[in-house]
């Protein structure tokens, strides 16, 4: 099982790290809008493929069961934060969308207490939920030549946090009514709805080239509809609270890929792509401690805390 638990883990790592990496490449070409309408379209009908195969008709019978509250999934925690990290990293590193996205767990202990009255909002967690806001400042304020559109960027990403903390909490009631990949398939294609009429208004004003296409498809499927499928055999093996440690595993590995992998290949050398700055250590060091405090992650309790996904 400590296998199992180390390799799920670490893949999920390894693809969800790529995926900021995947969207700063094609967002070059695509426009933030469109970009995740395919994502999320592709994926879901992969998706809802992989239940029907499973399941056949009874498959099809839990999509339609997860109706209105899939839809409303989608839109909380696919469409409106994948559209705002996409279109703040038309404006930051992919490194540091990552460390801001990394505060989804504080906003999770921030908002449990309003929306479930039998949780409280202790003093350990407050002081976590302010040791990594203080972070988020860090990260928005310290580094070299900010201007205004780097910290409008790092907004987004942290405001795509709170989307995804709330969709969280969500997901964590209809669990209990859906299985997990009929309900990431119903999220998928409802997120793809509401966020057509959008898409349709930002299309590509040129043909995109091969590596935005690739990254596209990279993020598509490895790191939507693979991610989905591992994400829920973690947590029904190892369970929610120590599936959740993946997001301290996230943001080191999204600063690697982009300092290392976008670097321009000159004389066989690979030169630093994304530079990785003390604000951005700092900011993540405060952030990550922060999420170790305010959500008790690490004591293994048994709560569910949403994962953000790029």
Known sequence: MTRSYAFLIGSLAAIWGASYLFIKVAVRDFPPASMIEIRLLVAGLLLTGFVVLQNGRAGLRELRAAGLAGFALGVVNGAIPFTLIAWGEKHIDSGIAAVANATVPLFN??????????ERL?????GGVLLGLVGVSV??????????????????????SVSYALGGIFAQHRLGNTRGPALAAAA???????????????????????????SLAGLTLAGTALAQLILYRAIRL???ARTSLVTYLMPPV?????????????????????????????????ILLGVALGSEALRFVRRTTPIPEA
Request: aromatic residues 12%; proline residues 8%; charged residues 10%.
């Open 109 to 118: 202990a921030m908002l449990v207490p309003w929306l479930l009255p039998e």
């Open 139 to 160: 990260l928005a304020f310290a580094q070299p030549n900010v201007s205004w559109w780097f910290v409008a960027g790092t907004m987004a990403v942290v405001v795509a």
């Open 188 to 214: 998928m294609l409802g997120g793809a709805v509401a966020l057509l009429p959008f898409a349709l208004v930002d299309l590509p004003t040129h043909a995109p080239g091969w590596k935005s296409i690739g």
């Open 122 to 126: 202790s003093r350990r967690r407050f």
């Open 238 to 240: 190892h369970g929610s």
């Open 254 to 286: 999204a600063l690697f890929y982009g300092a290392v992998l976008l670097g321009e290949p000159i004389y066989g050398a690979v030169l630093l792509g994304e530079p990785i700055t003390a604000a951005s250590l700092g900011g993540l060091a405060l």
